[in-house]
């Protein structure tokens, strides 16, 4: 069974880095056309889609963010990492993993918190 957990610290400071590690268990995130991503949802915004890692380690990221995001892969783990740089509290919500087959979401951790606070 396909499994996406996310973990990272649930509190971080404005002006740091965050990072998150969506682990994968029940599939290898190297499966051909299935790709990563990430969303999150904020008080002041719906579920904005972060970014993506593709299976054959292309990338993409948000035009509002791509500046302030990487998105890589361990596929010895089997995790896929969101960092997210430059943090202002506008950036508190709820980060999701979520797995894709290029037409549709096939899979979704169950979020984690994160809140930006000094």
């Known amino acids: 069974q396909v499994h996406l957990q996310e973990s990272g610290p649930g509190l971080v400071k404005p002006s740091q880095t965050l990072s998150l590690t969506c682990t994968v268990s029940?599939?290898?995130?190297?499966?051909?056309?299935?790709?990563y991503m990430w969303f999150r949802q904020t008080p002041q915004r719906a579920l904005e889609w972060i970014g993506a890692?593709?299976?054959?380690?292309?990338?993409y990221y948000n035009p509002q963010l791509r500046n302030r995001v990487s998105i890589t892969r361990d596929t010895t783990r089997n995790e896929v990492t969101l960092r997210l740089s430059s943090l202002a509290t506008e950036d508190t919500g709820v980060y999701y993993c979520?797995?894709?087959?290029?037409?549709?979401?096939?899979?979704w951790g169950k979020g984690t918190l994160v809140i930006v606070s000094s």
């Open positions: 979520a797995r894709d087959d290029n037409y549709h979401i096939e899979n």
């Open positions: 029940g599939v290898s995130i190297t499966t051909a056309y299935y790709d």
């Open positions: 890692r593709k299976f054959n380690g292309n990338y």
